[in-house]
């Protein structure tokens, strides 16, 4: 069963490739949804799947790609949203 979350991930999140990194990570994972970049530095996610592949998208998401330093992931359930893929939006 699929649902849907909102993800703000907050730190060294920006300028780092971390958006790009997200779409291939949830791409891999079979996970659908938006991630963009927040103007107060953060990024948010907005991310639908099953149990599993979300929580490996969040596993991955509290490291962030190599040059990125996480300091802290927020997640919310949402109401479940179909997306047709996963990509890069402006907020």
Do not use: H
Not at 38 to 54: N, R, Y
Not at 74 to 87: E, G, I, K, M, T
């Amino acid at each position: 069963m699929n649902k849907t979350v909102s993800v703000i991930v907050e730190g060294k999140v920006q300028g780092v490739y971390f958006r790009q990194s997200t779409v291939q990570q949830a791409l891999a994972l079979g996970v659908t949804g938006i991630v963009c970049n927040l103007p107060d530095g953060s990024v948010k996610i907005v991310a639908t799947g099953a149990d599993q592949p979300l929580e490996a998208l969040l596993s991955w998401c509290r490291r962030g790609p190599s040059r990125a330093a996480v300091e802290r992931v927020s997640v919310q359930q949402l109401p479940l949203q179909q997306f047709p893929d996963f990509r890069i939006v402006r907020p």
